[in-house]
């Protein structure tokens, strides 16, 4: 079955900085991949996602890109702000399946 | 418009018994997914239902069922309880137009398993 790797799984920055979050999946089927952001004791939110005929997506500060090749897809924030900390989810999906990654805790400190 | 409402939030049981969860999607949403999180496993996908079929299923146990209702409200069913089922259950109900897709979460029900 499909297998999602996530890292880092701790990620501290400084506000104003970037953060990249790295995952890489298995199974070269999955063709859709949200991320989600969840904050402390608040449920998960799907802050950005991109399928698999799409190698770059944007909105505002936060990009994913895409490598189906190298089977691996990133989570870019730009310009860090405090209200960014939380725990970011990728997950991997194809027709009857999903898996997410084990999640990244990001701090950004003001 | 009303948020994804989850029934109920908090239950305890304990093992061998069985459990019945209850998610209302948002108005005009006629996709319900169901996830267990838990802090050892983290986030896993359960099954998504879409008008009143299950449309895919994850790595999970019989125990574990579904269905969605005409209203598009689903429940799950957790049959024979283990303590390994303790878990917070989140469903989101999500709706795929021809520009976007969007997807909310519930605030989630927390089992306790004794």
């Known amino acids: 079955g499909e297998n999602v790797e996530q890292h880092p799984s701790t990620l501290s920055v400084q506000e104003g900085d970037s953060a990249v979050i790295k995952c890489t999946y298995s199974?070269?089927?999955?063709?859709?991949f949200p991320w989600y952001k969840q904050e402390l004791g608040k449920r998960p939110q799907l802050i950005i996602d991109?399928?698999?005929?799409?190698g770059e997506k944007k909105d505002q500060r936060i990009a994913v890109t895409l490598n189906k090749t190298a089977k691996h897809f990133s989570l870019h924030i730009t310009e860090t702000q405090p209200e960014d900390s939380a725990v970011y989810f990728c997950?991997?999906?194809?027709?009857?399946?999903?898996?997410f990654g084990a999640g990244t805790r990001l701090t950004v400190k003001p | 418009k009303a948020g994804v409402t989850q029934t109920p939030r908090y239950l305890i049981k304990t093992r061998g018994q069985q459990v019945t969860l209850s998610c209302s999607p948002i108005?005009?949403?006629?996709?319900v997914s169901w996830y267990q999180q838990t802090p050892g496993q983290g986030l896993q996908f359960l099954f998504e239902y879409f008008s009143e079929t299950q449309r895919n299923k994850g790595n999970f146990p019989g125990r574990f069922s579904g269905r969605q209702f005409s209203n598009s409200r689903s429940e799950m069913n957790v049959s024979t309880l283990e303590l390994g089922d303790s878990a917070l259950y989140l469903c989101a109900s999500s709706l795929l137009t021809s520009g976007s897709y969007e997807q909310y979460f519930g605030p989630g029900t927390r089992l306790t398993v004794t």
């Open positions: 108005s005009g949403h006629r996709s």
């Open positions: 991109i399928r698999s005929n799409v």
């Open positions: 997950a991997a999906s194809r027709k009857d399946d999903m898996r």
């Open positions: 199974d070269s089927a999955s063709n859709y």
